[in-house]
C-alpha cells in the first residue's frame, strides 16, 4: 500500500473541490428549471429596478421588456449550464490524471479553470458589477442578490487560483 504523501492529498483535494463547484452548479440548475417562475421573477426585478430606491433618477437603466427578462435570464442558465459542465468535466480530468506526472496532471486542469472563469464571469460581473453598480440590485430590501453573489464569488475566486497553482508533484 502506498503512503498517502501531501501531494496526492494536494491533488486530491482540487479533484474534491472541483466536485464541491460541480454539485453547487448541478444544484443552481435544478432550482432554475424546476422553479423558473421564482428565479425569473428575482431576475425581472432586478433589471426592471422596480425596487431600488430612487427609481426615477436611475429610470433609464431599467430593462423592462418581459421578452427581454427571459433571454437574460436564459442567458445566465447557459453559463451555468456551461460551467458546471466544465467543472464536472475538469473533476473527471482531474480524478483520471490523479497518479499522473506532474505535467498531465497540470494539463488536466484546462476544463476546470474554464469554468471556474465563466463563474466568475456570471457571478462577479453579471450579478456583483452590472447588477449592483448598473441595476442598483444592492438598494433593493427584497430583490438583492449581491451578498449571495459575494458568498459565491469568495469562494470561486481562491479556488481558481488554487487550482492553477502548480503545487503539486
Given amino acids: 500500500m502506498n503512503p498517502l504523501t501531501t501531494s496526492h492529498v ?3 483535494s482540487k479533484v474534491l473541490l472541483t466536485l464541491f463547484i460541480s454539485l453547487f452548479g448541478l444544484l443552481m440548475l435544478y432550482n432554475n428549471f424546476t422553479d423558473y417562475s ?9 433589471l426592471s429596478m422596480d425596487t431600488t430606491n430612487d427609481q426615477n433618477k436611475y429610470r433609464h437603466r431599467a430593462i423592462t421588456s418581459t421578452l427581454l427578462h427571459h433571454r437574460i435570464y436564459w442567458l445566465i442558465i447557459t453559463l451555468e449550464v456551461i460551467y458546471t459542465l ?5 473533476t473527471y480530468y482531474l480524478y483520471k490524471n ?13 476544463p476546470a479553470l474554464i469554468g471556474l472563469l465563466i463563474a466568475i464571469f456570471l457571478y462577479y460581473i453579471g450579478f456583483q458589477t452590472i447588477g449592483t453598480e448598473w441595476f442598483n440590485m444592492d438598494e433593493s430590501k427584497t ?5 449571495r453573489a459575494g458568498h459565491i464569488v469568495d469562494f470561486i475566486f481562491p479556488l481558481l487560483i488554487y487550482i492553477a497553482i502548480k503545487i503539486e508533484h
Fill in 86 to 90: 466544465s467543472c464536472l468535466l475538469g
Fill in 98 to 110: 490523479i497518479n499522473a506526472s506532474q505535467e498531465q496532471f497540470h494539463e488536466a486542469k484546462k
Fill in 10 to 12: 494536494i491533488r486530491l
Fill in 143 to 147: 430583490w438583492n442578490y449581491n451578498d
Fill in 38 to 46: 421564482t428565479n425569473y421573477e428575482y431576475i425581472s426585478h432586478i
